[in-house]
């Protein structure tokens, strides 16, 4: 009995130590894959895909759980470019990391959502862009 009280505990603790884990600041680098990369800085991130591109102006911080729900910004790049620059709208992104895989989904203003995007920390991903 008292071995299996031990085990318990022992795998209680080590629960405990991974979500102590995905809780904090997001590492720092490029999380990338064919969809985009997301470049997240200590205090700001950015997103760069085929056809837009996503900037968060704040650090991002996870819970527990590796989530955040964080406000930023949001641009379609398609057809020809402004000469005042993209056509930022404010945008949530709202993620879940799984140790260096991120699950990623913008959510409009508007309410429409653009993923799930699947970035790799490390990873530098390599995309056509649009035309």
Same mark, same amino acid.
């Given at each position: 009995?008292?071995?299996?009280?031990? *085990?318990?505990?022992?795998?209680?603790?080590?629960?405990?130590?991974?979500?102590?884990? *995905?809780?904090?600041?997001?590492?720092?680098? /490029?999380?990338?894959?064919?969809?985009?990369?997301?470049?997240?800085?200590?205090?700001?991130?950015?997103?760069?895909?085929?056809?837009?591109?996503?900037?968060?102006?704040?650090?991002?911080?996870?819970?527990?759980?590796?989530?955040?729900?964080?406000?930023?910004?949001?641009?379609?790049? /398609?057809?020809?470019?402004?000469?005042?620059?993209?056509?930022?709208?404010?945008?949530?992104?709202?993620?879940?990391?799984?140790?260096?895989?991120?699950? *990623?989904?913008?959510?409009?203003?508007?309410?429409?959502?653009?993923?799930?995007?699947?970035?790799?920390?490390?990873?530098?991903?390599?995309?056509?862009?649009?035309?």
């Amino acid at each position: 009995m008292r071995l299996r009280r031990t *085990l318990v505990l022992s795998a209680a603790a080590a629960c405990s130590a991974a979500a102590a884990a *995905l809780a904090g600041p997001l590492p720092a680098g /490029v999380w990338g894959s064919a969809q985009g990369n997301f470049t997240v800085y200590a205090d700001s991130a950015t997103l760069d895909m085929p056809c837009a591109a996503g900037r968060i102006p704040s650090p991002i911080v996870t819970d527990s759980s590796g989530a955040f729900d964080i406000a930023g910004f949001y641009a379609p790049q /398609v057809g020809p470019v402004s000469i005042d620059g993209p056509a930022w709208q404010p945008a949530r992104f709202v993620a879940n990391r799984s140790g260096d895989e991120l699950t *990623l989904t913008i959510v409009r203003a508007s309410g429409d959502s653009i993923g799930s995007l699947k970035f790799h920390r490390g990873t530098t991903g390599q995309f056509a862009r649009c035309l």
